[in-house]
């Protein structure tokens, strides 16, 4: 199979190539088109540069030129599969400024849709990562694939119009377009903005871990491995047209975790900074995943062993957070902005 990914440099694209390639070694040819924003660490994969099966190319999926050139695939043959994870992911920087959100997330996907027009019909599947927090927020039950899209802050909102021109393409073109919408993920190699690897890591640092709010907002976890597996799955079984929830069924408040975190870190209560909320803050996301497991499909990570595991891999891979959060200028920038005065 020889795949196109997106935002392969990021935190689930480079786990999704590394699951790839160790599922399916040489059978597999993969081209990583990354721009290679704050997030982008091209270093994620470095074990596979140099090898014949992968092309990284650092590239802009709102460019049509570059995206024509990454549908050439590794060796000029094509590509069988896209599926696209680059997009700007934070909500925090969504509210600082939403512009280049919709450059990405909105702009971008029409630009790979429109190239994969040229490619039907030899084109297979095209995965657009949508996620959750389309939906908006639930207070009971879990949202199907079915609810209408509610997304509340400017981060969900340009998802949602990257989620519906993908399946406007499929409807319109017959682009065999499958859109998943994942809960939360947690994981090795997640950019250390997001709560947990920020709490980890600034657990271990004897930092304050700023808790938003009351601390009682809703997320349901998803460990990577099992994200990636799900994809996995429906390019094989999935159907076209479709979309589908991929829930970990974790949901835990945001103070539970936290706890958790110094728990396992073995840190003080005190590190516990309450800080005032997020600007429109969604409070509970639900996904109900019956769709995708009448397919067939199970998570197969449990949530504790998969909490510690991410808890040692910080712990073990130090140089690779310290990079961004001690060298890098734009992080602390973004640290000092972000949480300076809160
Ligand atoms: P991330 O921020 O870690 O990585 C995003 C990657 O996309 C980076 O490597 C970045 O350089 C690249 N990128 C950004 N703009 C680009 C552009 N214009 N052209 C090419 N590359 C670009 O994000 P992530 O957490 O790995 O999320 C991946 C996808 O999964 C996103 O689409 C996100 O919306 C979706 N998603 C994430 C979660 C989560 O919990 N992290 C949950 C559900 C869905
Ligand atoms: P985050 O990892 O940013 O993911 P998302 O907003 O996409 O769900 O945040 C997860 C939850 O943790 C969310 O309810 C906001 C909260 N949070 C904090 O309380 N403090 C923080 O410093 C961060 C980054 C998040």
Same mark, same amino acid.
């Given at each position: 199979?020889?795949?196109?990914?997106?935002?392969?440099?990021?935190?689930?694209?480079?786990?999704?190539?590394?699951?790839?390639?160790?599922?399916?070694?040489?059978?597999?040819?993969?081209?990583?088109?990354?721009?290679?924003?704050?997030?982008?660490?091209?270093?994620?994969?470095?074990?596979?540069?140099?090898?014949?099966?992968?092309?990284?190319?650092?590239?802009?999926?709102?460019?049509?030129?570059?995206?024509?050139?990454?549908?050439?695939?590794?060796?000029?043959?094509?590509?069988?599969?896209?599926?696209?994870?680059?997009?700007?992911?934070?909500?925090?920087?969504? =509210?600082? #400024?939403? @512009? +280049?959100?919709? /450059? %990405?997330?909105?702009? *971008?996907?029409?630009?790979?849709? &429109?190239?994969?027009?040229?490619?039907?019909?030899?084109?297979?599947?095209?995965?657009?990562?949508?996620?959750?927090?389309?939906?908006?927020?639930?207070?009971?039950?879990?949202?199907?694939?079915?609810?209408?899209?509610?997304?509340?802050?400017?981060?969900?909102?340009?998802?949602?119009?990257?989620?519906?021109?993908?399946?406007?393409?499929?409807?319109?073109?017959?682009?065999?377009?499958?859109?998943?919408?994942?809960?939360?993920?947690?994981?090795?190699?997640?950019?250390?903005?997001?709560?947990?690897?920020?709490?980890?890591?600034?657990?271990?640092?004897?930092?304050?871990?700023?808790?938003?709010?009351?601390?009682?907002?809703?997320?349901?976890?998803?460990?990577?491995?099992?994200?990636?597996?799900?994809?996995?799955? =429906?390019? #094989?079984? @999935? +159907?076209?047209? /479709? %979309?589908?929830?991929? *829930?970990?069924?974790?949901?835990? &408040?945001?103070?539970?975790?936290?706890?958790?975190?110094?728990?396992?870190?073995?840190?003080?209560?005190?590190?516990?900074?309450?800080?005032?909320?997020?600007?429109?803050?969604?409070?509970?996301?639900?996904?109900?995943?019956?769709?995708?497991?009448?397919?067939?499909?199970?998570?197969?990570?449990?949530?504790?062993?998969?909490?510690?595991?991410?808890?040692?891999?910080?712990?073990?891979?130090?140089?690779?957070?310290?990079?961004?959060?001690?060298?890098?200028?734009?992080?602390?920038?973004?640290?000092?902005?972000?949480?300076?005065?809160?």
């Amino acid at each position: 199979m020889r795949y196109l990914v997106t935002g392969g440099a990021g935190f689930i694209g480079s786990n999704f190539i590394r699951y790839i390639f160790n599922k399916y070694g040489d059978a597999a040819q993969v081209v990583n088109l990354d721009k290679l924003t704050y997030a982008g660490i091209r270093e994620n994969l470095a074990e596979y540069e140099g090898a014949a099966n992968y092309r990284f190319q650092q590239g802009d999926i709102a460019n049509a030129e570059d995206v024509a050139r990454a549908y050439e695939g590794v060796d000029g043959s094509g590509v069988d599969v896209v599926v696209n994870f680059a997009a700007e992911t934070h909500v925090d920087r969504s =509210l600082m #400024e939403a @512009g +280049t959100f919709i /450059e %990405t997330d909105v702009h *971008g996907v029409l630009v790979l849709l &429109e190239e994969a027009r040229k490619h039907a019909p030899k084109l297979k599947r095209f995965i657009q990562i949508s996620t959750d927090e389309v939906y908006g927020s639930i207070d009971t039950g879990s949202f199907k694939e079915t609810d209408p899209l509610n997304p509340r802050n400017p981060y969900s909102a340009s998802k949602a119009g990257g989620d519906r021109m993908a399946y406007a393409y499929a409807q319109t073109y017959g682009l065999p377009v499958i859109v998943t919408r994942a809960s939360n993920n947690f994981g090795p190699w997640q950019y250390p903005e997001k709560l947990i690897p920020l709490f980890v890591t600034n657990a271990i640092d004897d930092l304050p871990l700023p808790l938003y709010g009351d601390g009682r907002n809703v997320r349901d976890w998803l460990y990577v491995e099992d994200h990636c597996a799900a994809i996995d799955f =429906l390019i #094989e079984h @999935g +159907t076209n047209s /479709e %979309t589908y929830n991929i *829930g970990g069924g974790n949901e835990r &408040e945001n103070r539970e975790i936290t706890q958790r975190i110094l728990e396992r870190t073995g840190k003080p209560d005190t590190l516990i900074k309450r800080v005032a909320d997020r600007q429109g803050h969604d409070r509970r996301y639900s996904i109900d995943m019956t769709k995708l497991e009448s397919l067939g499909f199970r998570c197969e990570t449990n949530f504790d062993e998969a909490l510690e595991k991410t808890i040692r891999w910080y712990s073990e891979n130090e140089s690779w957070w310290r990079a961004i959060k001690e060298r890098s200028a734009e992080f602390k920038a973004y640290y000092e902005k972000q949480y300076g005065t809160r």
